[in-house]
Antibody, heavy 128, light 114 residues
Framework: QITLKESGPTLVKPTQTLTLTCTFS??????????VGWIRQPPGKALECLAF???????FYSPSLKSRLTITKDTSKNQVVLTMTNMDPVDTATYYC????????????????????WGQGTTVTVSS | QSVLTQPPSVSASPGQKVTISCSGS????????VSWYQQLPGTAPKLLIY???RRPSGIPDRFSGSKSGTSATLGITGLQTGDEADYYC???????????????FGGGTKLTVL
């Protein structure tokens, strides 16, 4: 059974750095095709994938936030960590991590299947 | 502005059928699988459909998915009041710049069961 859980501060001040940890179980992040994504959802708004890390340590970031984001994995601890610098009130949102999977087809093309298990989410408020 | 386009809202009566559309492009839906997620109020998204039309274990067959070209559709039959939720489509996008996160979502559709 796959589970993921987000942890981190619930309140941060503007300009501070946010560090969120996703602790997971039930899968290995060094298995081919597996990934973990960080998704955020401002109040009343849509889902937005901020960052994604693949089993092979490939990392991807939202273009509009790339300069502020870092995603890393620690397979020995079963954790994925997201840091976001220079926090602003517009970053107030619920942050989720999720398990993603896919398979490689011909010519090593990656067929992403979806995000099948999500953490419960953690609400982060940015305010002075 | 989301990469994938969904109607903001749909509504139907209990017992009826509803469909939710998701429009993309040749670089995302056109060449990749589509997944659908249900988000009940105050909860995390839940996977309903993956790989265009496959249901995870435990998802009733009232939920179905299809894809044609650069669009996908989620269908829900036998609507129940418990189906009131936000629904999101998602896929992979190959057109983005190197290093850009390729997981994209639609803007979400609020389903009201009248």
């Amino acid at each position: 059974q796959i589970t993921l859980k987000e942890s981190g501060p619930t309140l941060v001040k503007p300009t501070q750095t946010l560090t969120l940890t996703c602790t997971f179980s039930g899968f290995s992040l060094d298995r081919s095709g597996v990934g973990v994504g960080w998704i955020r959802q401002p109040p009343g708004k849509a889902l937005e994938c901020l960052a994604f890390i693949h089993w092979n340590d490939d990392k991807f970031y939202s273009p509009s936030l790339k300069s502020r984001l870092t995603i890393t994995k620690d397979t020995s601890k079963n954790q994925v960590v997201l840091t976001m610098t220079n926090m602003d009130p517009v970053d107030t949102a619920t942050y989720y991590c999720a398990h993603a999977w896919g398979n490689y087809g011909s010519e090593f093309y990656y067929y992403y299947s979806g995000m099948d298990v999500w953490g419960q989410g953690t609400t982060v408020t940015v305010s002075s | 502005q989301s990469v994938l386009t969904q109607p903001p809202s749909v509504s139907a009566s209990p017992g009826q059928k509803v469909t939710i559309s998701c429009s993309g492009s040749s670089s995302n839906i056109g060449k990749n699988y589509v997944s659908w997620y249900q988000q009940l109020p105050g909860t995390a998204p839940k996977l309903l459909i993956y790989e265009n039309n496959r249901r995870p274990s435990g998802i009733p067959d009232r939920f179905s998915g299809s894809k044609s070209g650069t669009s996908a559709t989620l269908g829900i039959t036998g609507l129940q009041t418990g189906d009131e939720a936000d629904y999101y489509c998602g896929t992979w996008d190959n057109s983005l710049s190197a290093g850009a996160v390729p997981v994209v979502f639609g803007g979400g559709t609020k389903l009201t069961v009248l």
